[in-house]
Structures are given as structure tokens and as C-alpha cells.
């Protein structure tokens, strides 16, 4: 079916339809939309839109934003827990520990939650502690707010062995 006029259109509305459907034939590509996967690049911002992304910035790279796409719906599931707290610090690599003020010793304040973030031998510069933060705003439940975040900073090393002779023994140092 190429027009949805009705069967009593006038010989004008035809015209008018044919005319029309000369000057709107869309792109092979359009069709494609319904597949995350197959639509085009410039596309994907309209997809996110369409699926409600929290978070997008157009200059990341198509494959990050395809997963963010495909993510979105789960994010909606959980949002405002403590398990889509940690997913998000998850996605740079990071574990946390969420702590509310009913589960402190003495009992915290009400409606609020401690974050410990470990870095894992990650870097955090200024930009990602940003990041960061307004992620873990938008995770948050609504009706709690961050008293206190914690980050540990545990630098990766790779020890090394030291081995030398004195005398007759051979000796083995460790440096981490």
C-alpha cells in the first residue's frame, strides 16, 4: 500500500498524494531503526532518546553508545536502589560499598547513605570524580541523600624479586 487515502479521495487528493510522495521517499537506512545494532551512527542519539537514556554525550564512541541504549531499559528497572548504584560505578571498573543510616553504628541520620568507593588500581582525575558523582546522583534513591563518600586509593603494584648471593647463600628479597 503505497497512499492511505480512502477509496471516495478526490482526483485533487491523489495528485496531492503523488506529488508528495515524490518529495518524502526516505533513506534505505530509516528502516532500519527498529535494530540498535543495524541503525546508522547519526541515528543513535535519537534512539537514546527514544529508550530514555540517562546519560549521553554524542562523542563517545558508537559501540559505548549502542550498550547504553540497549542498557537503559534495566537501568529504568532498578533505578533509585542500591543496585543500580553500583552498576554505575561498575561501568568505570569501580566497586562500592552502600551503607544506609538505619545499618551504621551509632544509627545515622535519616534518609541518608555513606558511599566507600574502591578504585581498584583505577584512575580517578577530576573529570571522571565528576562523572562520578552526577551518575551516582541520578542512581541514588530519590529520598536519600550522600553524607559521606569514601575512596580508597589501592595503587596496583607488581613485585619484584630481588635476587642476589652473599657468600655461600643466595638471597631473595620481595619489593612491592
Avoid at 64 to 86: D, N
Amino acid at each position: 500500500m503505497s497512499q492511505l487515502l480512502p477509496p471516495n479521495s478526490t482526483r485533487f487528493e491523489r495528485n496531492v498524494t503523488e506529488v508528495t510522495a515524490q518529495n518524502c521517499v526516505l533513506p534505505v537506512e530509516i528502516k532500519s531503526l527498529a535494530s540498535i545494532d543495524q541503525a546508522p551512527d547519526p541515528f543513535l542519539s535519537f534512539l537514546a532518546w527514544q529508550y530514555s537514556v540517562d546519560s549521553w554525550d554524542t562523542n563517545w564512541q558508537p559501540s559505548l553508545q549502542r550498550q547504553l541504549i540497549k542498557k537503559s531499559f534495566r537501568q529504568h528497572q532498578i533505578k533509585g536502589t542500591r543496585t543500580a548504584v553500583r552498576e554505575v560505578l561498575a561501568q568505570f571498573g569501580y566497586q562500592c560499598i552502600f551503607q544506609e543510616w538505619f545499618e551504621t553504628n551509632p544509627v545515622g541520620t535519616p534518609g541518608t547513605f555513606t558511599l566507600e568507593l574502591d578504585l581498584n588500581g583505577l584512575e580517578l582525575n577530576e573529570t571522571t570524580y565528576a562523572e562520578v558523582n552526577r551518575l551516582v546522583k541520578d542512581a541514588k534513591p530519590a529520598s536519600r541523600h550522600l553524607t559521606n563518600l569514601v575512596i580508597n586509593v589501592q595503587p596496583i603494584c607488581i613485585p619484584r624479586v630481588a635476587i642476589g648471593t652473599h657468600g655461600a647463600e643466595t638471597v631473595t628479597i620481595y619489593v612491592e
